[in-house]
């Protein structure tokens, strides 16, 4: 059996990441993969309960440090229990955020560094890296919008927080696909969701 693939989609709020993860599983599935979709903070039973801890509840409820620990500790159960076994088997995992979160908006946008969370990655996770990285692009105005009109009820406790962070996040991620132009492709997020989805399947050229 061929190894699988381990594909993330990374980018701030409301770019559009959940969207195009159901449309690339349906379009890569409608080519004869076995497709995982899966997400972060979450993915497994004890990932999916530290997910309710981490967005649920008061602004203030963590520090930094602690969000940073159980982020790495949702991906080390999300790694272990759901992404290396459907990759083992030969599927492709389609992962609704990773490791880069945690470097743009713990290590960047919150000032812990990326030393930090990439060592904490590698306690946790072994340091596993996906085969590729799509990083969606969307002005941030429009992202926002988005984000609005869909959290009417109200935002979790990262997309509450102010614009100015959210810059800050996107300075982040934009800065990680520059270091790694191997791994990252920019996906323009700008236009309808078939227009999105075509454009990131053409970014899957090679795998
Ligand atoms: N191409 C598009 N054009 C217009 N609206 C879109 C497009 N893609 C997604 N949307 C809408 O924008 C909103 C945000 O999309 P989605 O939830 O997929 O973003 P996200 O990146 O997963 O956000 P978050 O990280 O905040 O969960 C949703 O209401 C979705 O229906
Ligand atoms: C994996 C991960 C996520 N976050 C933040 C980013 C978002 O605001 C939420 C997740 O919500 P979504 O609607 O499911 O995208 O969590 C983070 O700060 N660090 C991370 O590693």
């Known amino acids: 059996m061929a190894r699988g693939r381990f594909i993330s989609l990374e980018g701030g709020e409301g770019v559009g990441k959940s969207t195009q993860l159901r449309a690339l599983a349906a379009a890569l599935r409608a080519r004869g993969h076995d497709v995982i979709e899966t997400r972060e903070p979450g993915g497994s039973a004890g990932a999916e309960a530290i997910r309710s801890l ?32 459907a990759v083992a088997r030969g599927a492709w995992v389609l992962s609704d955020r990773f490791l880069d979160s945690s470097l743009a908006y713990q290590g960047g946008a919150d000032g812990i560094g990326e030393a930090a969370i990439r060592q904490l990655h590698q306690v946790g996770s072994d340091g596993l890296m996906p085969d590729r990285t799509l990083l969606l692009a969307l002005p941030a105005e429009e992202a926002a919008a988005r984000a609005a009109a869909r959290d009417r009820d109200g935002a979790d406790r990262f997309g509450g927080r102010d614009a100015a962070y959210h810059a800050r996040v996107a300075a982040a991620f934009a800065a990680l696909a520059a270091g790694d132009p191997a791994r990252f492709r920019i996906v323009d997020a700008t236009g309808t969701a078939d227009d999105v989805t075509a454009r990131l399947l053409a970014a899957l050229e090679g795998l």
């Open 54 to 85: 981490l967005l649920d509840g008061d602004a203030g409820r963590w520090t930094a440090g602690a969000e940073a620990l159980l982020f790495a500790a949702a991906r080390a159960d999300h790694v272990a229990k759901t992404i290396l076994p």
